[in-house]
Structure formats: structure tokens, C-alpha cells
């Protein structure tokens, strides 16, 4: 059996766009026999805590689970026994001047930025937000999904998926 390629998505409160692309790609990046081809994780460097709300009733609303998602501090991945990352990827919006975590350590580090839609106003801009947050979420995943092995290890090629926008 070949080993998962484990992906960590990283933002400064670990409560929306990293939590909706670590369940995304641990859902959608399993083999045809169920086992994972990848594994996913989500952490913050300040987090917020917990996931946003309205990120969990999209999930849920997108048929995923979500009681196994909460808000973490990356200082989690330093410690003993952690699992070590073939992929890191930011997606802090460098326009909205989110200071974007930096991971030190082995494995490619990417930047996919997106507008947070935590913290729009009124509640149903916020909903239609996180709604299309969700949709650029899953299109960057699949087309992590599609990539080659070799492809998986080619910086140009991983960051590329930056510019799909669903």
C-alpha cells in the first residue's frame, strides 16, 4: 500500500477556507478502494477557536461530516510524533492584508489566497460567500486530484491551481 500524501492548509484562524479544504480533500482524495490518497489536516497560526458557523452548515449542506473538524493551532504539527507534509498550502488573502503563516520544515509550500468570508455582513452575503468559498475550495481540490505523481512534486505546477477560481 502506498503511503497518503498528507497536505496541511494553513491560515491565520483555522476556522473557514482551511477547515472547508482539509474536509474537501479528505472526502474527495480517497482511492477507489476507500483507503486515503491523501490526508489532510488544517491549522492556524492565531486560531479563532472554532470552526465558523456557517462554514459547518455549508459543509453540511455539501453532504460532509463535521463533527471532526475543529479550530487548531499549527503548533500542533510541531510536536513529537506529527505527521511530516508532503504539501503545505497558505490560503490567507494577501488584498484583504492577512498576515499568512509561515511553515518551516520539509514538504512543498504553496499559496492559494481567497477573500475570508467569515466576517461579511449581513448574514445572507456571508452565506452566498462561503457558499462560493466552498465552490473554489472544491475546484483547487480536484484539480490537486488530478495531478500526477510527478506533478505532485513540481512547485509550478501545485501553485498553478492558485488561479482556479471554480
Given at each position: ?56 452548515i ?72 462561503f457558499?462560493?468559498?466552498y ?32
Amino acid at each position: 500500500m502506498t503511503q497518503p500524501i498528507n497536505v496541511l492548509f494553513l491560515c491565520t484562524g483555522n476556522s473557514a477556507r482551511s477547515i472547508l479544504s482539509e474536509a474537501l480533500l479528505n472526502d474527495l482524495g480517497r482511492n477507489a478502494d476507500g483507503s486515503p490518497r491523501f490526508l489532510a489536516y488544517s491549522a492556524g497560526s492565531k486560531p479563532s477557536g472554532q470552526p465558523h458557523p456557517d462554514g459547518l452548515i455549508e459543509l453540511k449542506k455539501q453532504g460532509h461530516i463535521t463533527s471532526i473538524y475543529r479550530s487548531k493551532s499549527w503548533d500542533e504539527f510541531s510536536e513529537d510524533g506529527a505527521p511530516e507534509f508532503d504539501i503545505v498550502v497558505t490560503v490567507c488573502d494577501n488584498a484583504a492584508a492577512e498576515v499568512c503563516p509561515v511553515f518551516f520544515g520539509p514538504g512543498l509550500k504553496v499559496h492559494w489566497p481567497q477573500p475570508d468570508p467569515a466576517h461579511i455582513e449581513p448574514l445572507s452575503a456571508r452565506q452566498a460567500a462561503f457558499s462560493r468559498t466552498y465552490q473554489i475550495c472544491k475546484a483547487r481540490i480536484e484539480a490537486l486530484l488530478s495531478l500526477s505523481k510527478a506533478e505532485l512534486l513540481d512547485h509550478a505546477v501545485v501553485q498553478a491551481i492558485a488561479n482556479i477560481e471554480a
